[in-house]
């Protein structure tokens, strides 16, 4: 088994969701990696990150629960659009933002990390 088939078996999938208006837009060069995955070395790591059958997810490597899940589109020339990201809403799990844009800029960290860079908010 390799290491992505082994986190893959101790992830959860989201049962409750807020969902979040987005309007995010990924390159195909991110898309790439997104599809690549970051994969924790360690229960010590803090995020699994994966885009797979349309669904990008992020979910905390230690708990392994889901915390984000976004819907992407992909465009012919293979850019991926996000419309609404759907945020953890269990409160024993996860404590959301008080606001939208601040869980958008959690998401935005979260990506950070696999992605390598920080992206500005939106105005």
């Known amino acids: 088994m390799d290491e992505r088939d082994e986190w893959l078996t101790r992830l959860r999938k989201m049962r409750l969701s807020w969902p979040v ?18 994969w924790p070395a ?14 990008l997810r992020a979910w905390r490597g230690a708990t392994g629960e889901c915390i984000y899940e976004a ?8 850019a991926g659009h996000c419309r609404i990201l759907r945020v953890c809403d269990e409160p024993d799990m996860y404590t ?8 958008l800029d959690r998401f935005e960290g979260v990506l950070a990390l696999l992605l390598g860079r920080r992206r500005e908010a939106a105005a």
Do not use: I, K
């Open 21 to 38: 208006r987005c309007a995010r837009t990924f390159t195909p060069e991110e898309m790439a990696r997104l599809s690549e995955g970051l």
């Open 42 to 55: 360690s229960l010590e790591d803090r995020w699994v990150v994966w885009h797979d059958a349309g669904l």
């Open 71 to 78: 819907e992407l589109t992909v465009d012919d020339g293979g």
């Open 96 to 103: 959301r933002s008080a606001a939208d844009a601040g869980e």
